[in-house]
């Protein structure tokens, strides 16, 4: 079995939508599976998606000032 140090390359199938909340906020949602190993999560926002990839990883992700 390979390890994670071995492993250069990991894919991920994303579906991501837009919904809009009952006073009409939008607010991304969405689901990611992580391709090797099946595991997926659904997610209510963006950064949930980024601590999914995060923790599958094992790296993180770089962060951008808002």
Same mark, same amino acid.
């Given at each position: 079995? /390979?390890?994670? &140090? #071995?492993? $250069? @390359? =990991?894919? *991920?199938?994303? !579906? %991501?939508? @837009?919904?809009? /909340?009952?006073?009409?906020?939008? !607010?991304?949602? +969405? &689901? %990611? !599976?992580?391709? #090797? =190993? +099946? &595991?997926?999560?659904? *997610? #209510?926002? @963006?950064?949930?998606?980024? =601590?999914? @990839? /995060?923790?599958? $990883?094992?790296? $993180?992700?770089?962060?951008?000032?808002?």
């Amino acid at each position: 079995m /390979e390890t994670r &140090r #071995q492993r $250069s @390359l =990991d894919s *991920f199938v994303a !579906r %991501i939508w @837009l919904e809009h /909340e009952q006073n009409g906020k939008p !607010r991304w949602r +969405g &689901r %990611i !599976r992580h391709v #090797q =190993d +099946g &595991r997926e999560s659904y *997610f #209510q926002d @963006l950064q949930e998606m980024c =601590d999914f @990839l /995060e923790d599958v $990883s094992g790296m $993180s992700s770089p962060r951008h000032p808002n």
